[in-house]
């Protein structure tokens, strides 16, 4: 991992800024956070609120197969049923206005015994799930994922990549076939032999005909593929989204071609027995907290389509270890909050609202980052957002952001709590110290504005931005070392 931290600090991968990929252009960014597995205790007002206050866009749930036909002569009668787990599932998510991302995934004991493989000789049965399934739920689920983590199964446990490839074309096929409007994506990708399977699923996609109306090759039938690069170092996760560009470019399919990529899966465990304190090393909450801020903004600047994080909640109180991968959730099993909620609701609000564009404001050498501005207006302000932290590990960057109209106020908020504070700004420009935590600074200031984005190591200089009304801020140092990967 040391090789590849290098790597991401001195700018190898990324772009000039480390970890977070060069703007070159005013790109929406959407609303693509949410997270795995947003499950509701019950149908209170309380369980309702809980999930809705993190303010993210998406939850992303197993479809499994063994759950709508636990025996070959069940004709799906739970697809349907106004009683089943999954239709009052959907029915909560809805009525707060959040999406789902549904994932079709794994076969049934009764074709064989390890209950996630699929043999070829029984892909019909895999179709016909496939199809019930987005017959019933076409109108309520728009996107559609396919398998989880493929390559940690097949060419590993049992069977071979192009078993997978089988089940994979199989069910986007059909989910076409059912409604040519809906979306599909590659099942999350992570884990084993990752960068070796990718490519030989871009081989086999674009070089299988799609046999569907209106589409000519396999690639054709979905908008992109989900990955699950989960990283130790947040920063990391530049190298994964690089390989990955490194990859799909020979296919003519990166985000920056056209392409709709996902992160499907994505996060840190803040205590496990196995390993300590999931690889965090001081303050494992607001490590965690820090890592949801950073792959965030390093995921925005790839044009990622959607984040969601792993997972909504820990599935049993801190100390108790139920089960591998318990604690990895951005709220605690009781459903109050950890610091990583809270980063989580800033970024939704300031990024992730729907209203946000990145702009193309080159930041120094020494700062990763993004800036961001929002298309609504708050009090006939224009509202601009900044994230930026120090991805070199070298102490504090003095910073100063210059705008062209002038500042009605700033806000730094702490990404790990719900505080917030005003910073001194002159005219039109404001100062901050950047550290290896990230500054998460709001900026209102008056409409048609653009601004630049300085930067000085320099220790005299950054007193000289402090008494010219500039905050000084220095943040504390939160470094991750290697967590385990989830592999499912």
Request: aromatic content about 12%.
């Amino acid at each position: 991992m040391l090789p590849a931290i290098l790597a991401t600090a001195s700018g190898k991968t990324g772009g000039t800024n480390g970890p977070t990929f060069p703007v070159s252009q005013q790109v929406p960014i959407g609303s693509p956070f949410g997270v795995c597995h947003g499950e509701l205790e019950n149908d209170t007002i309380i369980a309702r609120s809980a999930i809705a206050r993190t303010g993210m866009a998406w939850n992303r749930k197993d479809f499994p197969w063994s759950h709508f036909q636990p025996v070959p002569t069940d004709i799906f009668s739970r697809i349907a049923d106004p009683n089943d787990y999954y239709q009052k599932f959907i029915a909560n998510m809805t009525a707060l206005g959040i999406k789902m991302l549904p994932i079709l995934d794994y076969g049934v004991w009764w074709l064989d015994p390890n209950g996630w493989y699929i043999p070829p000789a029984n892909i019909s049965r895999w179709q016909q799930f496939v199809y019930a399934s987005v017959t019933e739920y076409q109108d309520r689920m728009q996107l559609w994922e396919v398998w989880n983590e493929p390559n940690n199964q097949y060419g590993n446990e049992k069977g071979t990549w192009e078993d997978f490839f089988l089940v994979l074309i199989t069910a986007a096929r059909t989910i076409k076939l059912v409604n040519d409007s809906l979306d599909v994506l590659v099942g999350g990708l992570g884990g084993k032999h990752e960068f070796e399977f990718l490519d030989a699923l871009m081989k086999n996609l674009t070089g299988t005909p799609a046999n569907v109306p209106g589409y000519a090759t396999a690639k054709d039938l979905f908008i992109g593929i989900a990955f699950h690069p989960y990283n130790g170092v947040p920063e990391d996760l530049a190298y994964s989204l690089s390989r990955y560009d490194e990859i799909l470019s020979r296919y003519n399919w990166t985000a920056r071609q056209g392409a709709r990529h996902w992160i499907t899966e994505i996060g840190g465990e803040t205590d496990d027995p196995a390993d300590g304190t999931g690889g965090f090393l001081v303050d494992p909450q607001r490590e965690l907290a820090t890592m949801v801020i950073k792959q965030a903004t390093i995921a925005t600047t790839w044009r990622v389509d959607g984040l969601i994080w792993y997972e909504y909640r820990d599935d049993s109180p801190p100390g108790v270890f139920m089960s591998d991968f318990g604690h990895m959730g951005i709220i605690f099993n009781d459903g109050t909050w950890k610091p990583a909620a809270h980063a989580w609701n800033w970024t939704n609000r300031f990024l992730g609202n729907g209203h946000v564009d990145m702009m193309p404001v080159p930041l120094p050498d020494t700062i990763a980052g993004i800036v961001a501005r929002d298309e609504q207006h708050y009090g006939g302000l224009e509202r601009w957002i900044i994230v930026a932290w120090n991805p070199r590990h070298h102490g504090t960057v003095y910073a100063s952001i210059q705008f062209t109209t002038n500042i009605a106020n700033a806000t730094e908020f702490d990404h790990a709590s719900a505080s917030s504070a005003r910073v001194a700004s002159a005219a039109n420009f404001v100062s901050i110290n950047v550290g290896h935590e990230p500054v998460l600074l709001v900026v209102d200031c008056a409409p048609g504005s653009s601004c630049t984005f300085t930067a000085s190591s320099d220790v005299l200089g950054g007193v000289m931005w402090a008494l010219l009304g500039g905050s000084a801020v220095l943040l504390g140092l939160a470094v991750a070392v290697p967590a385990r990967r989830r592999n499912v």
